[in-house]
């Protein structure tokens, strides 16, 4: 079992930047990649971006503007937003896959809202 906590959501003026953060707890040893999704208002939740063994993986809608980068120490995937659109406006969430220890298990966070103002 792991427990996922972003922070870092919040409202910020076209053109600004964010950065998004997620805590892991639990049995992070059995991590093997982590991510971030998000879900606009009438659409479903979509890939934003996933990092596994120092491999990185982006949407062709932030490729370029995000990156997604890790703190082993610390169990933190972190998602720097920049060049921000209002069409980034959503809930992210945080992603946890555990491949590690038998079996196959996803997690997620509980969001954090991204507004993003034009």
């Known amino acids: 079992q792991v427990q996922l906590v972003e922070s870092g959501g919040g409202l910020v003026q076209a053109g600004g930047s964010l950065r998004l953060s997620c805590v892991a707890s639990?049995?992070?040893?059995?991590?093997?990649?982590m991510g971030w999704y998000h879900q606009a208002p009438g659409k479903e939740r979509e890939l934003v971006a996933t990092i596994s063994s120092g491999n990185t993986n982006y949407a062709d809608s932030v490729k370029g503007r995000f990156t997604i980068s890790g703190d082993n120490a610390k169990n933190t995937v972190y998602l720097q937003m920049s060049s921000l659109k209002p069409e980034d406006t959503a809930v992210y969430y945080c992603?946890?896959?555990?491949?590690?220890?038998?079996?196959?298990?996803?997690?997620w966070g509980q969001g954090t809202q991204v507004t993003v103002s034009s």
């Open positions: 992603y946890a896959h555990l491949g590690w220890c038998g079996g196959l298990y996803d997690y």
């Open positions: 639990g049995d992070t040893f059995c991590i093997s990649a």
